[in-house]
C-alpha cells in the first residue's frame, strides 16, 4: 500500500462533500428568498358595512379594506379623502401609506408591507373594543387634531347551521 492510495479516498471524500455541499448551500440560500417574495404581497378586500366618523362626522368619501387572509385580524386599511392610513390595533399604532405602495383594482387592493417603522403617524387615545355586533377603533390622529372612529362588523356566525 502506497502514500498515493492513502489519499486517494480523502480526496474523493472531499469531492464527494463538495458535490452535495455546494448545491445544499445554494437551495438554502434561494428558497427562503422565493418565500419571501411571495408571503410580502397582501390583499385587501373592502369591507362592506363597515362605519368610519371623524369627530362623530361621517366624512365625504372614505373606505376601510381588511387582509384577506382570516388569520390577521389586527390590521386594517382606511381611506380618507385621498389619505391612505393603515392601523395595527394590537400595536395600537398608524402607519402612513403613501398611494404609489397600492395597487388597486375595483374593490381589491394590493400592496407589500405598509406597517414599517418609519412610517409611523403620531396617534394617541386608542380605544379598542368589541361592541356587540362590531368591533369598534378609537384613535386620534395627532397631525390632523381629531378622533378617528372606525367600526368593523363582525362575520356572522354559520356554526348553527353546520
Known amino acids: ?17 463538495r458535490i452535495v455541499i455546494v448545491p445544499t448551500l445554494a437551495l438554502m440560500t434561494i428558497a427562503p428568498a422565493a418565500t419571501a417574495n ?3 404581497r397582501v390583499h385587501w378586500k373592502l369591507v362592506e358595512r363597515a362605519q368610519l366618523k371623524i ?3 361621517p366624512p365625504l368619501t372614505w373606505s376601510v379594506y ?12 382606511v381611506l380618507l ?7 395595527d390595533t394590537k400595536a395600537k399604532l398608524a ?3 403613501f398611494p404609489a405602495d397600492l395597487s388597486i383594482n375595483g374593490s381589491e ?6 406597517f414599517k417603522s418609519e412610517r409611523v403617524l403620531p396617534s394617541s387615545d386608542w380605544v379598542v373594543r368589541d361592541v356587540g355586533p362590531a368591533e369598534r377603533i378609537q384613535l ?3 397631525d390632523y387634531g381629531r378622533m378617528i372612529e372606525v367600526m368593523l362588523p363582525h362575520p356572522p356566525d354559520l356554526r348553527a347551521f353546520y
Open 109 to 114: 387592493v394590493e400592496s407589500g408591507d405598509l
Open 1 to 17: 500500500m502506497g502514500l498515493d492510495d492513502v489519499k486517494k479516498p480523502r480526496v474523493r471524500r472531499f469531492a464527494l462533500r
Open 66 to 77: 381588511r387582509p384577506d387572509k382570516k388569520k390577521v385580524t389586527n390590521q386594517v386599511l
Open 140 to 142: 386620534r390622529l395627532k
Open 95 to 97: 402607519y402612513q401609506v
Open 38 to 40: 411571495d408571503g410580502e
Open 55 to 57: 369627530d362623530d362626522k
Open 81 to 87: 379623502g385621498k389619505r391612505y392610513i393603515a392601523l
